[in-house]
């Protein structure tokens, strides 16, 4: 079993910047590839972003990257989530995961964290 916690969420203005927070624990978490999911209100979860368990490897949608970039730190189990240039519809509660495969994880995902809301305001 894998826990994760996500933290760093809050309110932030257009063109602003937020970094969200994953701590993992249990048993060989730091093995597994984790990333980012996020659901806005009336929608279906997104795939946001993944990186491989040794941090060499991220993916992300078109259409995201360029303002998210994700990185961990293995020393301390952590996944974070850098936000930049926020836009109101990015708004969601943002989810972090974890899974077997980095290349995988848009649609593969074992773990899940309970997530962080995110919001922008115009």
């Known amino acids: 079993q894998v826990q994760l916690v996500e933290s760093g969420g809050g309110l932030v203005q257009a063109g602003g910047s937020l970094r969200l927070s994953c701590a993992a624990s249990g048993r060989a978490s730091s093995t597994y590839a984790m990333g980012w999911y996020r659901q806005a209100p009336g929608k279906e979860r997104e795939f946001v972003a993944a990186?491989?368990?040794?941090?060499?490897?991220?993916d992300y949608p078109n259409s995201l990257k360029g303002r998210f970039t994700i990185s961990r730190d293995n020393a301390k189990n952590t996944v974070f989530l850098q936000m930049n240039s926020l836009k109101p519809e990015d708004t969601a509660i943002y989810y972090c995961?974890?899974?077997?495969?980095?290349?995988?994880?848009?649609?593969?995902?074992?773990?899940w964290g309970q997530g962080t809301q995110v919001t922008v305001s115009s």
């Open positions: 995961v974890a899974g077997t495969a980095w290349y995988t994880l848009y649609y593969d995902t074992s773990y």
């Open positions: 990186i491989s368990s040794s941090g060499v490897n991220t």
